[in-house]
């Protein structure tokens, strides 16, 4: 059937037997030397064709197909042929428009088509559940004339999956390295943070300490003055009494009650910073542009007081814990509020970037930017940086990231001095509560397309 070169040889019998001599058993001789030949190598294309055909029915996961112009199967074989439920016999002489669905049927058209052209394609495709690669070239005869299309078929589909399964495993591996990484920050951090807050907590304690025995010493010299006939009241000891009530008690009493606010400051913004690492996320689409245009209405007074421009560009939604989002943007943009540059007019802009798995937001002012020596304690609690003018208790920041860390995402910052500073944080595109990773519960939330009543256009605030 394929293998259709008999004629052909038969044809160079003939010929040999014209041109041979006119002797009738010289002849017959050559008739029959070519006769022989000619049952040699009808044997060896037999055999030949036997083993081609024993290996295209054993071809391992794959199947080796031929069509003749009509789209018609003059051959099909191959071990994924019977997997699938396509067996030879109920192909060969059945076009592929009766058998392949309609799915399958276009490209699979297109690649015969092209073969019969005179064109060589190979491609993957995923169909009926399996990855496969597929070949088509095209089929000639002696002549160089296209007779026939071919196609090899070959099933990836557990090649694909143990690849799948690797990409997987570097995934899991790259996603373990990455713990590992912030675990060691969350080490490094914990222990700056026990420095920093065992350092702070001594300042108070000191002042107790050094204030309370100061105001022991003068309550004891009142007590020594009325209560001991000795010391009696002259002119000196009553001068004492009046620095002592007057004075070195007050102004004891006023140090001790500052260092108790101040205690009770620094236990409360502990106390927050825990309850946000802490915090229960409530994941849900927010309208990210609403809500910075809510905060910015909260702040409107210190906007015009201060004559701040804001502009707000394109902001992505994004499935998040909106109160948790509320407390990055406003610290952010408070934070920004508080850094102006007195000698120029404040600008703030509050931009986004999406990308195909997380939104990056950006908060940019043109304020005093960061000075070198404070930007490695730009995220530790109760740090300001070098200003004494600014209020605040130096927290904003460490709120953000601890917020950040719960909704599985970052934040970084780019400064120039004198100039402005960017602050920029990701979030991701489904945002998971990082504690539950491995117990199971994770949520089935995915990010919503944006809003369609948002028109994109920007916003500016404030005044110029």
Known sequence: MIFCALS?????????????????ADELRALAEANARLRIEIAERERAELILRTAMHNYPQGAFIIVDHDMRYVFADGEELVATGFPSEKLIGRTIYEVLPPESLIVIEKGFKSALEGETLTFERHSMGGYYLTRFAPVRDMSGVIIYAMSTVHNLTELVEVKRAKSDLQDANALLNISLEELRAANQEVQRFTYIISHDLRAPLVSLTGFSQLLREAIEHVQRVITDPNEGLSADNLQALDLDLN????????????????????????LKLSRFGRHELRLEQVDVHVLV?????????????????????????????RTALDTIFGNLIDNATKYLEPSRIGFIEITAEQGDIETIYHVRDNGRGISDRDREKVFEPFRRGDVIDVDGEGMGLAYVQALL????????????????????????????????????????RRTAQPDTSYDGRQNERGQS
């Open 247 to 270: 004075d070195t008690i007050p102004a004891a009493l006023k140090y001790i009650g500052a260092a108790i606010q101040r205690l009770d400051t620094l236990t409360t913004s502990i």
């Open 293 to 321: 245009n809510g905060i910015l209405d909260s702040m409107a007074s210190r906007l015009q007081e201060r004559g701040l421009r804001v502009v707000i560009g394109e902001l992505a939604p994004i499935v998040a814990d």
């Open 8 to 24: 052909a040889m038969i044809g160079a019998a003939v010929t040999f037997t014209t041109r041979a001599n006119d002797d009738p």
């Open 405 to 444: 860390r719960r909704l599985g995402g970052r934040i970084d910052y780019e400064t120039q001095p004198g100039e402005g500073t960017t602050f920029s944080f990701a979030l991701p595109h489904r945002a998971l509560d990082r504690d539950a990773v491995g117990t199971g519960r994770v949520s089935d």
